[in-house]
């Protein structure tokens, strides 16, 4: 699972932005791959995407902007991504433009800020007490794996710090199929057990008939209006945003620092 993880940087960035085109061009690549490189032969590349990716499977093969590097298109429990061999199939690699890299370096070096009272809170649902000195806003996705981990997170800090709340808006990614379903009738609820029920992967009842969606269309836009475009994102009191899960202790220390 952790050799996962560190490959998941590359998917995250990667999804839904190469695979059009790798769909587009697949049968014709893997012709110029096969006279190039017949070690990227499309089993033995499967293989190795296995133990890179667990559940993965290859999609096409292709050439990428980097001379000898090739690009594997992968899709893993609904995502669609890329890893990069070179001609042996021997080195695995992360492949980004200097421009790309430098945009990452700068965000990271400087963190990205909102206006938390210009994001509306009427279609969220709040986990832990409603009256806590310190509360995390987080746009969630109960289908996406890493919120799910943040969710167990979150459980496990409101249960020793009852200063802390998380006030979740639910915003189902394209990616996540059914998720869709899923947040419109906890929307609809307002259940902090349906809630909870959702992202431990039991079974979500279907929305009532009078259910709209309303709240999650609502959700939606909010998220695309401040350039949230994956999950989790949480915000901070002080309008400090963090894209990505954390462990209790870490996910602790963040709320806390000043």
Partial sequence: MKTFQGVAGVLAVLFMVNFTAACQEGDKNKENVAK?????????????????????????IKESPVKGVFEIGVESNGQRGSIFLDCSGKYLMQVISLDAYLAQLQAQQTPQTVDVSKIPLSDSITVGAKNAEKKVIVFTDPDCPYCRTLHESIKKVI?????????????ALPMHKDAQKKVQ?????????????AFSGKMTPEPPANCTTDAMDRNTALARSLNFNSTPTMVRADGTVLAGSLPEDNLIEWIDKK
């Fill in 185 to 197: 009738a906890i929307l609809c609820s307002k259940s902090v057990k349906m809630l909870h029920d």
């Fill in 159 to 171: 249960a020793g710090r009852p200063d802390i709340a998380f006030v979740e808006i639910l915003y």
């Fill in 36 to 60: 190039k490189c017949p070690e990227l032969e499309m089993t033995k590349v499967d293989a190795i995407v296995k133990k890179v990716v667990p559940g993965g499977n290859t999609v096409d």
